[in-house]
Nanobody
Framework: QVPLVESGGGSVQPGGSLRLSCAAS????????MAWYRQAPGKQRDWVTT?????????TDSVKGRFTISLDSANGKNTAHLQMNNMIPEDTAVYYC??????????WGRGTQVTVSS
């Protein structure tokens, strides 16, 4: 499993912003897509957003217009950023990065806590 390095979690007040990052040190052309999932306490892990290697993006309805995923590739490192704006308490969860590789394998990050609270 390819290790993923996640960063950027933390606490924010409602209406605030956070930016998460997930880095994978692999050849870009080995990646099919990168995604973020989240798991709130006592709930299942849910898909949030995906970006394909070609740059197509997809979002779950609850984050459309508030979250933006992007992909940077340089010097053998591919980083998916998740910009989260106008955050609400329901966004509170552990956020996990996932990379799907060409050929069907995937890797998961360890997760980063995001808390939205006043």
């Amino acid at each position: 499993q390819v290790p993923l390095v996640e960063s950027g979690g933390g606490s924010v007040q409602p209406g605030g912003s956070l930016r998460l990052s997930c880095a994978a040190s692999v050849d870009l052309f080995s990646i099919s897509d990168m995604a973020w999932y989240r798991q709130a306490p006592g709930k299942q892990r849910d898909w949030v957003t995906t970006i394909t290697r070609s740059g197509s993006t997809y979002y779950t309805d609850s984050v459309k217009g508030r979250f933006t995923i992007s992909l940077d590739s340089a010097n053998g490192k591919n980083t998916a950023h998740l910009q989260m704006n106008n955050m609400i308490p329901e966004d509170t969860a552990v956020y996990y990065c996932n990379v799907q590789f060409v050929g069907g394998k995937s890797s998961w990050g360890r997760g980063t806590q995001v808390t939205v609270s006043s």
